[in-house]
């Protein structure tokens, strides 16, 4: 083992350790033990009715969240939006324990979401096309990073690439998506909603749902931060963003006054491993950095973490769902703890 090696190490665990103790719970690797669920349910959000003439309707454009509340749960809620499916949050890549549980244990009540016209909310209030997407596979491979040209894998990823079923159901799971900006506003207006319902709330998003989560910043005060982890879009005010074409994935300038909510809260973008790898990650990181330096100069609260910067390596896209992603998890853990976002319900 090298120097170098044994100092990663060393640093990370004592950061971890720091962070257990201050939030006053052990890891949970290879955690058998029962989960506590006081309340579990689900509920739709937001949408329209159409109406007909003769008087016959159209629930639509609602989105749809499940639910899992432990006994004296901690009085922040965790709202897991995803840009695959919620399945990236319910299980790691090899089928272990994912967000929903780890943080279940941890005290938080957990949301799963699907914004309008995904997943399980996938009644649209106007025509959509669908089609057969050959190739998405291969298109996945590479977009969440697990090798730079299917089937070549990066070395050292967090995948478990030995593991036929566990690429079978990654593959497996991913809904259609409706990536464009009008859909990206009727999502942010449906998940607003959900947050002034069940009340104070952190985002923790995935890919372009982070872009969606910051104009949520703009429409409820019930938002109390956002973790995202590899966010592929971004808001500027008018005036300070790149200047590139706006689109379903950012960036996309908008009034200052609604921007500087974002200031009011706390907000932390994590990055995986191999991203100058991947010229439109490499694109999109240089986007991120500029929004963190925009948020700050006007007085806010943002932060970018590298994964690598801390020792780890090989983590993919969706670093929650990695095999390492109870060490992901502590990370979020000690945020959420230094900015006072995990007390309990008194």
């Known amino acids: 083992m090298t120097r170098l090696r044994c100092w990663y190490e ?13 939030t006053g719970c052990a890891t949970t690797v290879g955690n058998s033990s029962p989960l ?8 739709a959000v937001g949408g329209k009715v159409l109406a007909n003439a003769d008087g016959t309707t159209l629930h639509c454009d609602h989105g749809m969240v499940d639910y899992q509340i432990p006994p004296k749960p901690r009085a922040v809620n965790l709202l897991m939006w995803h840009s695959a499916s919620t399945v990236a949050w319910q299980n790691r890549w090899d089928g272990g324990e994912g967000y929903q549980s780890i943080f279940l244990r941890r005290g938080f009540p957990v949301y799963l979401w699907d ?15 669908l089609a057969p ?33 566990a690429l079978n159901q ?32 952190v985002a923790l998003t995935n890919s372009a749902a982070g872009f969606r989560a ?41 009034p200052l006054e609604d921007f500087l909510k974002l200031t009011k809260i706390p907000i932390q973008i994590v990055w995986g491993d191999n991203v100058e790898k991947v010229a439109t990650f490499k694109a999109t990181l ?18 970018l973490l590298m994964l690598t ?18 060490v992901v998890a502590d990370l979020l853990s000690k945020f959420l703890h230094a900015h006072g976002l995990d007390a309990y319900v008194h």
């Open 286 to 303: 240089a986007q991120c950095k500029l929004f963190v330096e925009v948020v700050n100069k006007h007085g806010g609260h943002a932060e």
């Open 115 to 129: 914004g309008p016209r995904v997943g399980r909310a996938n009644w649209a209030c106007t025509e959509l096309t």
């Open 36 to 43: 506590v669920i006081e309340k579990q349910g689900a509920f």
């Open 214 to 254: 910051q104009l949520v910043a703009t429409k409820t005060n019930n938002l109390k931060a956002i973790v995202a982890y590899e966010s592929v879009g971004y808001v500027f005010p008018q005036g300070e963003g790149p200047g590139s074409k706006p689109s379903a994935f950012g960036p996309l300038e908008i």
């Open 133 to 165: 997407a050959l190739g998405q596979d291969q298109r996945n491979f590479v977009s969440w990073r697990f090798g730079r040209e299917y089937p070549n894998w990066y070395e050292g990823t967090q995948f478990p690439k030995d593991d036929t079923e």
């Open 309 to 326: 910067d801390l020792g780890l390596k090989g983590n993919t896209h969706l670093p929650f769902a990695d095999m390492n992603n109870v």
């Open 10 to 22: 060393l640093r990370l665990a004592a950061m971890l350790l720091v962070a257990t103790v201050l």
């Open 170 to 201: 990654a593959m497996r799971g991913r809904y259609q998506e409706f990536d464009i900006l009008d859909n990206v506003q009727l999502e942010a207006e449906a998940a607003a909603k959900l947050i002034d319902k069940i009340g104070p709330t």
